[in-house]
């Protein structure tokens, strides 16, 4: 009896062995490499993809070829058009997340999964990116991809987007981009520019590295990481191939940036959500495995190993109830830098326990480059009245500095940190120039003359400031003056006129990156009361350059120049200027006419 049972048992395990085995090989991709030509797709061919729904275990789901569509991203650009058959995806649909999941036609990898075909539909009807193309390398160079800066929040060229008509029309499936330590705030008021870019945005964590993080198989996740720290952004999809170091992601592009270098890092499934609307997979970002080196029309390519160099960015929050500390790091892109900061400076903001609506924001920082001296940074928000958040005017700052340095036409700036400090008070404080005079109407070449300005804070009585102004020695007696009594966007416009905020690739601005720098490190702060005192002699603005008390003969040969615009002449000369620091923004603008004497 004993032999027996034995007997039996060796049997159960045996069966349970080979039970293992079988669905082991079911949910593993084949070994095979072999690739079905497109020429030999037929309609009605049997096949097979694999993806993750949830945790680490890839999937085997069926299909059938419904046709080929010739020509349908653009000139020898065929899509192979599948309905996706099994419980599973019959329930889901075609889900976010799950562009890139390597389909096989009789046993070889005909393509990638990249689209899907409408909205609500009761079939799940994808197109499949053809294998070769995926594959295909880009001829772009990374020389080629660093050279020419771009606007920061111009949509990106997805020429896939472009053929997404509404209705039943093909259109890539969507990406999801992760976010972790945001808020639903924060993604809210930036999902108009992260949706020009093609992805969905979700919410997610943060998984531990694990040793096997780059140990990548097809059907696998990956993405690209753009933040990382405190808080982290990634986008997710499916691996299609794995040659050597060389990883084939997506089987269509993020954003089409070409030649990149952004950090690549394992995907964990947490599980995926069903939805009528959108199906959507729920993802962990992972260790980092390597480098995204190229997106472009057929697939995301990435490389195993280092990951490239990210920008740091500190940021302190000060306030009565005490003080945060934040460390982020992120991508070093001209066209995903500038709004990544501006994202993440206002998440840092209003996603901590010391932040509170209802208070002025008062914001130092530097920015720091190689090569250059820093860009400093320094602007005062107070609250306002409407519903939109007291950051947000804080993020567009930094986000505008960032732009001003990606899309200069001279040098790529190699940003080395960013340090930024917001100190709040309790409040609203802000203040309006209602009224302004001199200490007296006449004052001699070279004297010192008091200005009072009386200004109205927010709802609050009435004070007045007090500063001094120089009449220039030199003022010839009997010449009026003007005295200005400004905010300092008036001061910037009267000493530069239309060029004060000149970017450069426009029609005039500075001629270099340091030129810009000094540009931006001298111009006005909006929490400072200005007086300037102008002289009735023309100021000649070339570029970056002011040039007060320029002889009209100069002036009548230098602005012949052949570039329109570049010039520009102003009739008056700033000829002193003092400024009051008063711990809020000002806005107002009153001018006094002074008698020399």
Same mark, same amino acid.
């Given at each position: 009896m004993g032999q027996i049972l034995r007997s039996k048992r060796a049997v159960v395990l045996t069966l349970a062995c080979l039970l293992a085995a079988t669905h082991a090989?079911?949910?593993? &991709?084949?070994?095979?490499?072999?690739?079905?030509?497109?020429?030999?797709?037929?309609?009605?061919?049997?096949?097979?993809?694999?993806?993750?729904?949830?945790?680490?275990?890839?999937?085997?789901?069926?299909?059938?070829?419904?046709?080929?569509l010739p020509n349908f991203l653009g000139p020898k650009q065929s899509i192979i058009l599948v309905e996706l058959k099994g419980p599973k995806v019959e329930h889901t649909g075609v889900v976010a997340g799950m562009s890139g999941s390597p389909v096989y036609l009789d046993g070889k990898l005909a393509g990638a999964l990249s689209l899907k075909l409408g909205v609500f539909t009761k079939e799940a009807i994808a197109g499949v990116t053809p294998i070769a193309d995926v594959l295909q390398q880009p001829a772009q160079t990374m020389a080629a991809a660093k050279i020419a800066p771009t606007e920061q929040l111009e949509s990106p060229g997805n020429e896939l987007a472009r053929n997404a008509l509404p209705g039943g029309a093909l259109q890539p499936i969507e990406t999801?981009?992760? /976010?972790?330590?945001?808020?639903?705030?924060?993604?809210?008021?930036?999902?108009?520019?992260?949706?020009?870019?093609?992805?969905?945005?979700?919410?997610?964590?943060?998984?531990?590295?694990?040793?096997?993080?780059?140990?990548?198989?097809?059907?696998?996740?990956?993405?690209?990481?753009?933040?990382?720290?405190?808080?982290?952004?990634?986008?997710?999809?499916?691996?299609?191939?794995?040659?050597?170091?060389?990883? /084939?992601?997506?089987?269509?592009?993020?954003?089409?940036?070409?030649?990149?270098?952004? &950090?690549?890092?394992?995907?964990?499934?947490?599980?995926?959500?069903?939805?009528?609307? +959108?199906?959507?997979k729920v993802v962990n970002m992972g260790g980092s495995i390597g480098t995204i080196t190229s997106d472009h029309l057929t697939a995301v390519i990435g490389k195993l190993g280092p990951a490239p160099a990210m920008i740091p960015l500190d940021l302190t929050m000060n306030t009565p109830l005490g003080e945060k500390k934040l460390h982020f790091d992120m991508i070093n892109h001209p066209k995903l830098t500038p709004l990544l900061v501006a994202l993440t400076t206002f998440n840092g903001l209003t996603q901590n326990t010391v932040y509170g609506e209802g208070t002025t924001l008062h914001l130092t920082g530097e920015i720091r480059l190689k090569g250059h001296v820093p860009v400093q940074?320094?602007?005062?928000?107070?609250?306002?009245?409407?519903?939109? &958040?007291?950051? @947000?005017?804080?993020?567009?700052?930094?986000?505008?500095? /960032?732009?001003?340095?990606?899309?200069?036409?001279?040098?790529? &700036?190699?940003?080395?940190?960013?340090?930024?400090?917001?100190?709040?008070?309790?409040?609203?404080?802000?203040?309006?120039?209602?009224? +302004?005079?001199?200490?007296?109407?006449? +004052?001699?070449?070279?004297?010192?003359?008091?200005?009072?300005?009386?200004?109205?804070?927010?709802?609050?009585?009435?004070?007045?400031?007090?500063?001094?102004?120089?009449?220039?020695?030199?003022?010839?007696?009997?010449?009026?003056?003007?005295?200005?009594?400004?905010?300092?966007?008036?001061?910037?416009?009267?000493?530069?006129?239309?060029? /004060?905020?000149? @970017?450069?690739?426009?029609?005039?601005?500075? +001629?270099?990156?340091?030129?810009?720098?000094?540009?931006?490190?001298?111009?006005?702060?909006?929490?400072?009361?200005?007086?300037?005192?102008?002289?009735?002699?023309?100021?000649?603005?070339?570029?970056?350059?002011? @040039?007060?008390?320029?002889?009209l003969s100069q002036i009548s040969v230098i602005d012949g120049r052949p570039t329109p615009g570049s010039v520009q002449v102003l009739r008056e000369s700033l000829a002193s200027e003092a400024s009051i620091a008063l711990g809020g923004p000002v806005g107002g603008l009153i001018s006094l006419n002074l008698q020399i004497r």
């Open positions: 090989l079911a949910t593993t &991709p084949p070994e095979s490499n072999e690739m079905l030509p497109l020429d030999q797709v037929r309609v009605g061919m049997q096949g097979y993809a694999y993806t993750i729904f949830e945790g680490d275990q890839v999937e085997k789901f069926d299909l059938v070829v419904l046709g080929v999801p981009l992760v /976010f972790s330590g945001f808020g639903a705030t924060t993604i809210q008021q930036f999902s108009p520019q992260l949706q020009g870019y093609g992805f969905v945005a979700a919410q997610g964590g943060t998984a531990e590295p694990r040793p096997d993080d780059g140990k990548l198989a097809p059907g696998q996740m990956a993405g690209m990481v753009l933040v990382s720290g405190d808080a982290s952004i990634n986008s997710a999809c499916t691996v299609t191939a794995v040659q050597g170091d060389k990883v /084939f992601l997506c089987g269509h592009p993020l954003m089409n940036l070409g030649d990149i270098a952004i &950090p690549m890092a394992r995907s964990r499934v947490v599980t995926t959500l069903s939805s009528s609307l +959108a199906s959507t940074l320094e602007s005062t928000v107070s609250p306002g009245d409407t519903m939109a &958040p007291d950051a @947000m005017p804080l993020a567009i700052v930094v986000q505008s500095a /960032f732009t001003r340095l990606f899309t200069n036409n001279y040098e790529v &700036p190699n940003v080395e940190g960013v340090s930024l400090k917001v100190e709040s008070l309790a409040g609203r404080k802000s203040y309006t120039i209602e009224s +302004a005079w001199l200490e007296k109407g006449e +004052a001699a070449p070279g004297e010192n003359l008091k200005v009072r300005v009386l200004l109205r804070p927010y709802r609050g009585e009435a004070k007045i400031a007090e500063t001094t102004v120089r009449v220039p020695d030199q003022i010839a007696r009997g010449t009026t003056l003007r005295v200005l009594v400004s905010d300092a966007d008036w001061m910037n416009r009267a000493s530069r006129g239309f060029n /004060f905020n000149a @970017m450069p690739g426009g029609t005039s601005g500075p +001629a270099g990156l340091d030129q810009l720098i000094a540009l931006m490190n001298r111009e006005r702060h909006n929490d400072r009361l200005y007086v300037g005192l102008f002289v009735p002699a023309p100021t000649m603005v070339w570029d970056d350059k002011e @040039m007060p008390n320029v002889p």
